[in-house]
């Protein structure tokens, strides 16, 4: 029963076979028995969550719910939640009750959504294994001695297992689509500003954006067509009508362009990925597509850009916590000066404290023109490039991570190898394109996952191409052994 989707569920609902009352209980019972082999939440939100189910079930009588009405999901720990603790996994957080939910939350409660609880991260974001939580690493269902990918892991380790149908991540760099393709589901960073960030606790501004997890394509366009829209409590949200992304899932991909990026295709790129990636391309031949080879020539300039840009927008972002209004505060301190200086040092952990360091070196007098500014630079011939891509191609395809899930603690001593992790998918944040990650095949039993990239506002596309692919292949019904 529980490892149904979100559709399949929706129906079950619809025709009175479950109650929400009753799925949310299997739910909350399966996280209670199974994650702590996980650890994917930081917090179980059950009293909400049966109430909350308890009205869904109130709507369903009336004939007055949505697709999403009674569905149980989990919010990424990053997200404000009205009278719940929102951590962002930081110490510096631990002890913040949000008094109001971000925009994305308010989306989905309206859709009739019921949260189950908050799930474990990176913290603030910052990491592409889930390793640097407060709260401790996040073990991947497929092996537990493996990562799930970062930061948005625990919602993806939490969709994995069956722990929820579907959640919400958010992707700076590639943190939804990451750990989607290290956990085997599907997950979509949407175009920036499709979905609000406002009450999403900022990492890099210019680059964030929040998005869907599920085990089906079908189920994260159910999930998007909650969460995107305008939102005039976020400044940087694009005010254009939301497309039902379920109405155009089943259209042919006959004819349909699609380029492949011969920089993805290149050195670093684990060879049996390399072969699954390629079968893929197979079947979407097989569907009438049209596959050519494109280049985006300064893919190669996408991790030095991004690794200037996002540590200086944190560096300014995180500059709010100061042990002075909210989070965490030192004991006793002797003067404002030490007040500052143990709160933060105390609170942060070790990645956040470095990517602090970094963005606030390059932001600071005499080297603000030498770094930030041409980071900037390049960002713009990033998204040149994929410019001049879509003026050829329909869709970009590519793997989505060079290798599968490494092992717990491989890469903590070695900062520079775990960003490069994300090198496939940082390119799409720089350039502000949708990007989707799905299951495509397994290298040495470990998942791993096919990219799509979509021009601006392209998520009905992307959806379409990635739901056919889900109809002639069966990687994404594969269940990890134990849950």
């Not at 009753?22 to 939440?41: A, P, Q, Y």
């Not at 900022?202 to 089906?216: H, I, N, R, V, Y």
């Not at 891509?389 to 520079?416: H, M, N, R």
């Amino acid at each position: 029963m529980h490892h149904k989707t979100i559709a399949e569920f929706s129906k079950d609902l619809a025709a009175k076979k479950i109650s929400s009352v009753e799925l949310t209980t299997l739910f909350l019972d399966r996280i209670k028995k199974l994650d702590g082999k996980l650890n994917s939440f930081i917090t179980v939100t059950e009293e909400q969550a049966l109430s909350a189910a308890k009205s869904a079930d109130e709507k369903i009588a009336q004939n007055k719910q949505t697709a999403l009405t009674g569905i149980p999901i989990a919010q990424k720990d990053i997200f404000c939640t009205d009278g719940v603790k929102t951590s962002c996994g930081s110490r510096m957080l631990d002890n913040f009750i949000a008094p109001y939910d971000a925009t994305v939350v308010t989306n989905l409660k309206a859709a009739g959504t019921v949260m189950l609880g908050k799930t474990n991260m990176d913290e603030f974001a910052m990491g592409s294994s889930n390793e640097t939580s407060f709260y401790g690493p996040v073990k991947n269902p497929w092996d537990l001695e493996r990562v799930p990918g970062g930061s948005s892991g625990g919602s993806a380790a939490a969709v994995a297992a069956s722990l929820a149908p579907g959640a919400t991540g958010t992707d700076t760099g590639g943190s939804i689509r990451q750990p989607a393709a290290l956990c085997n589901i599907t997950g979509l960073k949407p175009t920036y500003g499709r979905v609000s960030r406002y009450g999403m606790i900022a990492f890099a501004s210019s680059l964030d954006q929040g998005g869907p997890f599920a085990k089906t394509v079908e189920d994260v366009a159910l999930l998007l067509n909650a969460m995107a829209g305008f939102d005039e409590k976020d400044s940087t949200s694009i005010d254009q009508p939301v497309p039902d992304y379920t109405a155009t899932l089943n259209d042919s991909v006959s004819g349909l362009r699609i380029g492949l990026p011969k920089e993805y295709f290149s050195e670093g790129l684990n060879s049996d990925v390399a072969k699954a990636i390629e079968a893929a391309i197979k079947e979407y031949e097989k569907l009438g597509a049209q596959i050519q080879e494109i280049s985006l020539p300064n893919t190669f300039l996408s991790a030095p850009a991004y690794y200037v840009i996002a540590p200086a927008e944190c560096s300014s972002n995180l500059a709010r916590y100061d042990g002075v209004r909210y989070g965490y505060r030192c004991k006793d301190p002797h003067d404002l000066l030490d007040l500052y200086k143990r709160s933060r040092s105390e609170a942060f952990g070790s990645e956040v404290k470095r990517r602090i360091m970094v963005g606030t070196y390059a932001l600071s007098a005499g080297y603000y023109d030498a770094y930030y500014l041409k980071a900037q630079k390049v960002r713009r011939l990033i998204r040149d490039d994929f410019v001049q891509a879509f003026s050829k191609v329909d869709v970009i395809l590519s793997p989505t991570t060079p290798t599968p899930a490494f092992k717990l603690g491989e890469k903590t001593s070695d900062p520079i190898s775990m960003y490069l992790s994300d090198i496939y998918t940082i390119a799409v944040n720089l350039a502000g394109l949708p990007g989707i990650s799905l299951p495509a095949g397994f290298v040495n039993n470990l998942p791993i996952g096919m990219q799509l990239i979509g021009n601006l506002f392209g998520e009905a596309k992307l959806l379409n191409v990635a739901h056919q692919y889900q109809k002639a292949t069966d990687w994404h019904t594969r269940l990890p052994e134990g849950f």
